[in-house]
């Protein structure tokens, strides 16, 4: 057989004219032996990356991969492409499964989509010793790091690949890793030899948009009715009830929508997702759960009715609006109450003090995008360590959001919380500033502090206000016990010494901030 050129495979079987961005490079270099990292945004293409090696190169191409529902659509797809493929899973009969070990042992495919449990087993090792192997595609390969925000242990455990199949090349594929994770993916994955390639994460045709939350459902009805009523997306909710309650709203409105959460049998939730993926109009109201690997080109937007875990899964989750490349909108409603309620999640989970962290980090990093008064794209962008210029594409590139000097009153607020010995949260000292005459206050003597009562031109929600900004901007945290005290930061101690100056975002109606602090 003559040795297939990457470039027929794509236009005969894919029925693509070229490769896009990087996917030629990264084809030809792992097709010539040579293993790599692959960060490129969802919907980039990353799939045709490790395909058209394992069909170029002799041997089987194993591709590890977590979900099952994800390899079924893949494995179809390539058999109607005329391409042997199959994939061994916990849901297989054990005749299934021995049937394609017998496909396997007799080299009869050229791609098997295994999770990585079953990569794991002794058994399955052994049996790949026998083979004659062209590639181990790992893709999600986030899941590898503990510095990424999905680690799996199991996919540490991948580092085997690298010892017993030395000589067989490997590319990990992920949307989503920012530089730690990176490195640590790169080094427990064996790649320090291979290339890595990271392709713009700019997704130009969504607009970005982030606002607080006041009046959920109305705000959101808006959104909808002014950008998309003839349109498909995404509503992301925190918890399982408030898909339920959301999704019979909108359906009670007269919307084609659908919920979507692990609580539901698996029979609807795959019902709802075909229907989804079917339909023109519809709304899927959704879990987290919701999303990996969904391919749907004309979702034209995403809405969070609560912050995301962090901005990696922002990113990813807006980033299944618009893979057509068609304008596509993401809006994102927020209150503190949101960052306090994961945070209690951060720290109630059986995650390392390490893990946690990390954690706590990057949801900082997320409630400063909220709070930012420059470019939203470029506070993403920067965030994985790309760039772009104010994109004209955002809310507050459209409406500069007013700001004002806030450093005298920045200077209060963190000498505050210094001058009472940093144990304390935000409402205890809002009510230090503003001179609150409580037993509490009486009790810890903070009545005769220096801080005490030099707030009183402001209003408590004003003072909360402010407080969320410094935590956005990372100048107080939370303290690591919890229970919401706030700690003065390296960055807000170096404030306060070097007395610079820090603007703040005007927010122009009080009465809007006190409303974010109710849920709906
Ligand atoms: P990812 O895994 O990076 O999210 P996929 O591999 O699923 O992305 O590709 C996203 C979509 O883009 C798929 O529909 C795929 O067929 C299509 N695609 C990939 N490469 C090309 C290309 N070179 N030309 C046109 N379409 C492509
Ligand atoms: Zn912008």
Redesign the pocket.
Known sequence: MTPRQPLSI?KDL?G?D???GS?AEIIDHVIDGGSAFVL?????????CYQIPALCRDGLTVVVSPLIALMQDQISALEQMNIKAATINSSMSSEQVSNTYRQIQAGALNMLYVAPERLLMPEFLRLLDKCDLALFAIDEAHCVSQWGHDFRPDYAALSVLAERFAHVPRIALT?TADAPTRKDIVERLGLENGRTFVSGFDRPNIHYTIALRSSPRQQVWKFIQENHANDSGIIYCISRKKVDEIAAWLSQQGVNARPYHAGLSADVRAENQREFLRGEQIIMVATIAFGMGI?KPDVRFVVHMNIPKNIEAYYQETGRAG?DGLPSNALMLYAMEDAAMQRQWIDSSDASDEQSRIQHKKLNALLGLCETATCRRQALLNYFDDSCEPCGNCDTCEKPPKTFDATVLAQKAISCAYRTGERFGVSYLTDVLVGAKNDKIRKFGHDQVSTYGIGKDLSKSEWQNIFRQLVSMNFLAPNAEGYGSLEITHTGRSFLKEKSTLSMREYVKTSEIERTQRSD
């Open positions: 794509l894919y693509y070229s490769f896009r996917q490129m945004p969802t919907g980039g293409g990353k799939s045709l949307a391919d893979r």
